[in-house]
RNA sequence: GGUUCGUUGGCCGAGUGGCUAGGCACCGGUCUGCAAAACCGUAUACGGCGGUUCGAAUCCGCCACGAACCUCCA
């Protein structure tokens, strides 16, 4: 299966056609959340921009199968490669199990992920449910002789897999740069190489998260699991992994190195990273004080934000810039994204109800293949808005009465409508919940037919009292040339 | 210090050797009892300095500024 899809593979800094490796079956790849606090709006923006990789490509007719992992145990503060991870850390922090802690965060993964309107990844394995078989792996990185043991924790011999292959090819690094740009670590470090990394790690008496191991009792290091979870349900070899470009140096590398070194074969045939979420230029993190959550977003309860936006007002302002580049947030940004969203959805529902004429005075035929045209070259998303717009233009003249459009034309126009906003771009309509029981939206019609009767008797004191009293109370009259509409 | 990338009109943000990106805001107009919405139209741009070219915002060089990564982070 051949589209004329393209994608920027940050192994050859390029974009490459995309040509999956078993024909119309594509694997896929994401690095998830760890889920040891909650997730910020730049962690959101990653997951969102898969999302849409993932709607599209299954648009486009592969099968799909995402992998998007849950980091439930191994994850460590700091480079020491000891002591209790970021789990255990919050779990004695907040008097809880550890695995209470995944479980909570989890769950708030989900539900935040499930506001942003994402479609759940086929397979969602966790570290912890894995340990088997990253232990297998680390046993054949030894028989491979790419790592070596330390006193019950076993580490990745960089050095010598880089005489074989090249450790840094994701970020066009070499060994000795790398060597040199390393801060020297504390004098207990037991390592060989500057750079060798922990595949397990000997835990302590103390430590709360531990298993069995050929090398005693310990826990997988960080980059471990992602190896082991995509070779087992992916394969050694396969079509598309991603993640956020701040995983590209370390963990992607040592993911590399890991599975090649494992499975004697490249992993990965497309890298992808998304870029970040920067807040006046600076990228959004927890440590830097910028990184706000979704629920604060929604509310507006954060210093940073004047006012809440609703989460698709989030979605399409992230869907506006392309997933490469960083994205500046301001309030100023959003509010231009919410007026924008509420235009195109409008005129979204507009399309719905309009009259199909004979012929098409208008030229709408051809919207499809530029949408495609513009997701195929590398997921561009801001163009196919800007050509959504484009034809907004035409769907609002037709229902003016201006201009005409076909019955061919018109079922073409919804058609890519939908498949656009909804089921690519993942947006959906946000008032029609809110509009509530068909109870509800007759009194309205009942109240603005009123008005209209007015209006047609020229008792303009009554109709704007309707209007007024509708519009305090957070509706939002339109008049339309015989008629009127009205939203909340 | 090394690696990578960016600098586009009031704001956000695409694109790219010659052809309107788009959204928001602004201004003028049409429509309307008024308003809103919608439509039409105008305007404002490619960090600086050189070079290549018939032609560069787009390619090359230098400079300035900024960011990310090299240390946990999507």
Redesign the pocket.
Known sequence: MEHNLYIYNTLS?SKEQFIPLHNDRVGMYV????VYSDV?L??C??FISFDVIYRYLIYLGYKVRYVRNI?DAG?????RDEGDD?FAKKAKLEQLEPMEIVQKYTVGFHEILSIFNTLPPSIEPTATGHISEQIEIVKQILDSGYGYEKAGTIYFDVEKYNKDFQYGIL????LE??L????ELGGQDEKKGR?DFALWIKAKPETLMQWPSPWGWGFPG?HLECSAMSSKYLGKTFDIHG?????????HTNEIAQSQACHHAAPVKYWMH?????VN???????AGN?FLPKELFTGSHPLLERGYSPMTVRF?MA???YR????F?N??L???E??FS?LM?GYARLQKLNASAASSIETAGLRTKCEEAMN??F?T??V??HL??S??AI??V??G?ETISTADLAELKAVYSAFIEDVLGLKSETEASAGSEAFKKAIDLLLNMRLEA?QNKD?AT??KI?NELTALGF?????KDGFEWKI
């Open positions: 800094r690095c998830g959340p760890t910020h730049g962690n923006r990653t980091t994850h460590l503060e700091g480079d970021k970020t066009n690094r070499k740069d790398l040199e740009g390393t801060r750079l960080w993640g956020g470009m701040d995983l590209q140096a370390t963990h998304t870029n970040m979420l920067t230029g600076v990228r959004m993190s927890k440590s990184g302002f506006q810039s392309h580049s960083t994205l500046d301001s100023e940004a509010q231009a994204s007026k924008g235009r409008e070259d590398d561009n801001p163009i808005i800007a717009f484009d907004l233009r609002n003249l229902h003016d201006k209006k303009w109709s704007d209007r939002e009259i339109k008049d339309t």
